[in-house]
DNA sequence: ATCTAAATAGAAATGATTTGCGTTTATAAT
DNA sequence: ATTATAAACGCAAATCATTTCTATTTAGAT
């Protein structure tokens, strides 16, 4: 038997963020919803060309950009520098563990930055703003 | 009294990396030596002009990545996604505080690496090959 | 049905980074 | 010192992911 997957309906979300709920917009979700791995504009590109005769890559790059501005999906960190995204799950404070052979990507909790904030003021005097963490590495399957 | 600053000598360690101690080299080493913010390929190239008549950007792309490579300097992450690069004296593992206005890196020493490991080991029964790991904020002067 | 700002397609531009290649140079062997 | 050789280099050109431009279309409100 196989557990019944009801796909999501982003339009309130796309709503929620003031943001016009294309067809464009609500595929890509759709798509990026039904990954477990993270893709570049162009993967996903190639993947909407199949659902629709016209559609710019432009196109794609300005919803990610916009969608990650959002905090609705998240960038990838890559050694060749390009852009990745991932459509996170979680909306709480959490991190990324990157499969470096199949690009899946898996959330983790474990964070320091209580730690590190506390170094930060002690030792440095400064204040901190931001953090980048991502742990790269072999999923279940690839190990 | 201002303390006497030794300008340390590079060859030895070019030598030791297998790298010839080139005129450019030895000057981009001293360059960033005596620098406590990031810079980008660009920055390097114009400061080095000053001193070589005939200086190419080719040649300080190819120093940098070179010496990225040997673990001499670490690159910085920058939401523009372009290269800056910091030269790093600490040699044990450690992680950077970046300062978001003024470009100044500082070392800092806690990671938790260790806790992570943990969680991807019990949770997603994965192996760790490598962490990203960078704080940006404000540091002392800038806050 | 009408209106308007937002979204889009497609073509073109951008610009940081990389590559190709002929010349120069550091370094080690003679 | 000379010489030999691979490594470095300068310069011009190429690359190519990403961004910009502009005319057209469309979602959502009135
Ligand atoms: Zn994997
Ligand atoms: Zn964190
Ligand atoms: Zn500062
Ligand atoms: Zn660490």
Same mark, same amino acid.
């Given at each position: 038997?196989?557990?019944?997957?009801?796909?999501?309906?982003?339009?309130?979300?796309? /709503? *929620?963020? &003031? $943001?016009?709920?294309?067809?464009?917009? =609500?595929?890509? #979700? @759709?798509?990026?919803?039904?990954?477990?791995?993270?893709?570049?504009?162009?993967?996903?590109?190639?993947?909407?060309?199949?659902?629709? /005769? *016209?559609? &710019? $890559?432009?196109?794609?790059?300005?919803? =990610?950009?916009? #969608? @990650?501005?959002?905090?609705?999906?998240?960038?990838?960190?890559?050694?060749?520098?390009?852009?990745?995204?991932?459509?996170?799950?979680?909306? *709480?404070?959490?991190?990324?563990?990157?499969?470096?052979?199949?690009?899946?990507?898996?959330?983790?909790?474990?964070?320091?930055?209580?730690?590190?904030?506390?170094?930060?003021?002690?030792?440095?005097?400064?204040?901190?703003? *931001?953090?980048?963490?991502?742990?790269?590495?072999?999923?279940?399957?690839?190990?």
């Amino acid at each position: 038997m196989e557990a019944m997957e009801a796909k999501t309906d982003y339009q309130p979300l796309l /709503k *929620s963020l &003031g $943001l016009k709920s294309t067809p464009k917009r =609500l595929a890509m #979700l @759709e798509m990026l919803d039904g990954e477990q791995a993270y893709l570049s504009p162009e993967d996903i590109w190639k993947k909407l060309k199949r659902r629709f /005769k *016209s559609i &710019g $890559l432009p196109t794609i790059y300005r919803n =990610l950009e916009e #969608l @990650e501005g959002k905090n609705v999906i998240t960038k990838v960190i890559h050694p060749n520098r390009q852009l990745y995204y991932y459509f996170c799950r979680h909306s *709480s404070h959490h991190h990324h563990f990157v499969c470096i052979s199949c690009k899946k990507v898996q959330d983790f909790t474990s964070c320091a930055v209580a730690d590190i904030e506390r170094e930060i003021r002690d030792k440095i005097k400064g204040k901190v703003v *931001s953090h980048i963490f991502q742990v790269n590495g072999l999923c279940r399957e690839c190990v």
